[in-house]
């Protein structure tokens, strides 16, 4: 069963940090694109930042950009995202995301989709 579980999410205070983990099984994580999106409530989906198959050209939302870094562990077949400095407005439920054809694309046209981690960011 091709699968994607997200964990490290949490309660954080303003500026502080947190880790979330995206673990991939019946896969390889190693050839394709892992992207990390958000959605606060009320709000549309978010890209947040995304890694070619490659493991190359790591890209990040320009309000994210300087305090998130995305990163992928071959031998264990798990993406993160680390999560620095955070404010208050990266409150939200964040999924990570695998595209097949190993490019970093729009939302909708990645293949296989977590279930989500809630990050709250407030003191």
């Known amino acids: 069963q091709l699968q994607l579980v997200e964990s490290g999410g949490g309660l954080v205070q303003p500026g502080g940090s947190l880790r979330l983990s995206c673990a991939a099984s019946?896969?390889?994580?190693?050839?394709?694109?892992i992207g990390w999106f958000r959605q606060a409530p009320g709000k549309e989906r978010e890209a947040v930042s995304c890694?070619?198959?490659?493991?190359?050209?790591?890209n990040y939302a320009s309000s994210v950009k300087g305090r998130f870094t995305i990163s992928r562990d071959i031998h264990n077949n798990t993406a993160y995202l680390q999560m620095n400095s955070l404010k208050p407005e990266d409150t939200a439920v964040y999924y990570c995301?695998?595209?097949?054809?190993?490019?970093?694309?729009?939302?909708?046209?990645?293949?296989?989709w977590g279930q989500g981690t809630q990050v709250t960011v407030s003191s």
């Open positions: 995301a695998a595209e097949r054809l190993g490019g970093c694309r729009k939302a909708w046209q990645y293949d296989y």
């Open positions: 019946g896969f390889t994580l190693e050839y394709y694109a």
């Open positions: 890694i070619n198959s490659g493991g190359r050209s790591p």
